[in-house]
């Protein structure tokens, strides 16, 4: 029998509202804050999106990198200090 590798994941689709052309990703605590997975704009109008796998019934925190820039979540209602005298959005799985 092959293990499921992806047992306890969860799909979590990752979007934002950017000016086309931008370069999007998202970092956080699930990725040791790499601003590693990019977030794509298919029909060239702004709207960004990513799909990732991430643990179940965990709180994570995030932000958005927009061109170098790190940005929370404007469409997230709960954020964090964090060490670096910024906030940090939040998702709960």
């Known amino acids: 029998m092959e293990k499921n590798s992806n047992k306890g994941k969860k799909r979590i689709t990752f ?9 999007v990703f998202v970092a956080g605590d699930f990725n040791g804050w790499e601003p590693n997975k990019k977030l794509n704009d298919r029909n060239n109008d ?8 991430l643990d179940r019934q965990k709180q994570f925190e995030y932000k958005f990198v927009i061109n170098g820039q790190w940005s929370v979540d ?5 954020w964090v200090p964090n060490a670096m005298g910024s906030l940090n959005s939040i998702l709960k799985t």
Do not use: I, R
């Open 74 to 78: 404007p469409d997230c209602e709960e």
């Open 46 to 53: 702004g709207n960004y999106k990513g799909v990732m796998l």
């Open 15 to 23: 979007q934002l509202k950017a000016e086309p052309g931008s370069e």
